[in-house]
Structures are given as structure tokens and as C-alpha cells.
């Protein structure tokens, strides 16, 4: 408490003065004080290097808020502000890969085919895993060409369920996705809605038939608007800008490869998600289910 009045006041009174008041030794002072520096700078060096060590995991990711919150929920990690691990990033010169910019896109509907009504209507909120499945389509480049990536995501945990790879954009890859997902989830497919776009893949006879056998409730996007399937549009952003805009895929199995280490590998099993609380989408339904045995 001396030392620490003295520091308070040494721009209003010598410190000699004061040591002399409070009957302690100005070089106990300045011990004092270096001994402060030194635990300081052991926490700033431990901070760096959890900083680092979760930035690293993430493969380069995870920018100043989601490595604060790990750090903060890990009893064994130094817990730090985000305005401290922000400043730990800038000072060893680590950021995210991931840009800012969001441009969603669509596919190209048959006018030939009437839609299912939009039965979602934004309401990307399910209380139980299996209730609501979105999906859609995108392209990754490999060389000389592209290949096609159809996926099935839970709006529970927003967990990749499905997906498939094709060069094909034909139904069979859309199918191949959803079988996927029913044959690893085995919903009660009566109690399932299906969210897709207005693709024509998705209002084919083909597909329909696979829905209406299984008693899948079909919702379907309205003309233009990507938002009413914004979650399946932002996975694919992350996909993206977080994994495969950094991989040079030779043909489609390093293409598919590199798809499994992110979904497998990172996105359902370590991806941490604000929307669920700041829990990847496996450890958030283990938590749902181990709520239900307790």
C-alpha cells in the first residue's frame, strides 16, 4: 500500500520525501517497481504465446474476438480482454485471413416448375437437431475447370450433415448430399423441413419425389432474395474465405479432400460459432444431448 501511494504521488512530491514519511527505502521502492515490470511482462509473454497458439489452431482464422473468448473460457489459459489480445495480434504482426466483404449468390430456377412456399421465412431458429435442414450449391476451382459442392446443413447447430462433389451440376449430386444426411442423422422425417433455393435442381421431379416420399416438408427461398437461406449462403463464404480460396486443387479428389479437412476436420469439430455460444456445432448438440440424458 506505501509503495503503491508513493507511485500515485511521485509527480507531486519527491520520492525521497515520501520513503522518508512512510519509513521505507527508496531502493526498496524502485524494487518494488521492477518486480511490478517483471510480472507484467511475464503475463504480456504468456498472452502472446496463447495468442499465437490459438490463432495458429485455427489456421489463421480466428481474429481478436473468438481467440478472446477461448481464452477466457479455458481455466487453464491467462484470460485477456479482446482490446489485449487485439493489441497482442497487431504487435506480432497476426491477423485473420478472412475478409469482411459478404456477396451471397443464387441459383438459376426453372420457370417450368412451381417453387414450394417459403415456409422458413427467415427463421433460422430450431429448438431440437433435426427440424430444420437448410441447403444449396457452390463452385470450387480446380484446374482448368470447376467442380460442384451440394451440403446439408442442421439450423440446430449449424452442423454440415451432408454434402457431396460432382463435376456435374445434375439432381443426382443434390440427391447424393441428402441421402448423406438422412442415412448419418436418421430424422424423423416427418418432422423435417428441407430449406433450398429455387434452383432447378431442387424443384426437379427427381428431388421432389425423394421429399414427398420421405414425408420432408419442402420451403423454398423467394425469386432473388439470398437472404431467406442466409445461413447456408454464409457457410459457404466461410468455406471459402476461410479454407479453399487458400488451396490450389489439382482435380476434383484433392477438391474433395480439402472439403473433408474443413468440414470433418475443422468447421463440425473445433469452429467455434457466436451463434451458439461461442461452441463448435459437435460440442453444442453433445451439450443438447447430455441435457436430455442428465
Given amino acids: 500500500m506505501k509503495y503503491a501511494w508513493i507511485t500515485k504521488h511521485r509527480d507531486m512530491f519527491p520520492i525521497i520525501a515520501m520513503s522518508k514519511s512512510f519509513n521505507v527505502s527508496t531502493s526498496g521502492y ?10 507484467r511482462a511475464q503475463r504480456t509473454q504468456t498472452i502472446r504465446q ?10 489463421h482464422i480466428y481474429g481478436s474476438y473468438k481467440i478472446a473468448n477461448l481464452m477466457n473460457e479455458d ?3 491467462e484470460s485477456a480482454c479482446r482490446n489485449t489480445v487485439a493489441k497482442a495480434m497487431k504487435e506480432m504482426g497476426l491477423k485473420s ?5 459478404f456477396t451471397p449468390t443464387t441459383t438459376r430456377s426453372d420457370e417450368s416448375k412451381k417453387p414450394a412456399d417459403n415456409i422458413l421465412d427467415q427463421d433460422f431458429y430450431a429448438d431440437a437437431p433435426n427440424r430444420k435442414w437448410v441447403t444449396d450449391i457452390t463452385y470450387l476451382a480446380v484446374d482448368g475447370g470447376w467442380v460442384y459442392l451440394a451440403v446439408v446443413l442442421d439450423l440446430f447447430s449449424r452442423k454440415v450433415v451432408g454434402w457431396a462433389i460432382s463435376e456435374s451440376l445434375a439432381t443426382p449430386l443434390f440427391s447424393e448430399a441428402l441421402r448423406k444426411a438422412i442415412e448419418a442423422r436418421q430424422p424423423e422425417t416427418d418432422k423435417l423441413l428441407h430449406h433450398s433455393d429455387r434452383g432447378c435442381q431442387y424443384t426437379s421431379d427427381e428431388y421432389q419425389h425423394v421429399l414427398k416420399t420421405m414425408s420432408i416438408t419442402c420451403s423454398m427461398s423467394r425469386t432473388g432474395c439470398c437472404y431467406d437461406n442466409a445461413v447456408m449462403e454464409r457457410f459457404f463464404w466461410s468455406l471459402k ?34 451463434t451458439l455460444r461461442y461452441k463448435s456445432p459437435n460440442e453444442f448438440e453433445e451439450n443438447y444431448f447430455n441435457k436430455l440424458i442428465a
Fill in 30 to 39: 524502485y524494487k518494488s517497481l521492477l518486480q511490478r515490470v517483471s510480472k
Fill in 50 to 59: 496463447q495468442v499465437k497458439k490459438l490463432h495458429d489452431e485455427s489456421n
Fill in 75 to 77: 481455466d487453464a489459459s
Fill in 97 to 101: 485471413r478472412v475478409s469482411k466483404s
Fill in 241 to 274: 474465405h476461410e479454407w479453399t480460396n487458400f488451396e490450389d486443387f489439382a482435380d476434383i479428389e484433392e477438391a474433395r479432400l480439402g472439403v473433408f479437412e474443413y468440414i470433418e476436420g475443422f468447421y463440425n469439430s473445433k469452429r467455434i460459432h457466436q
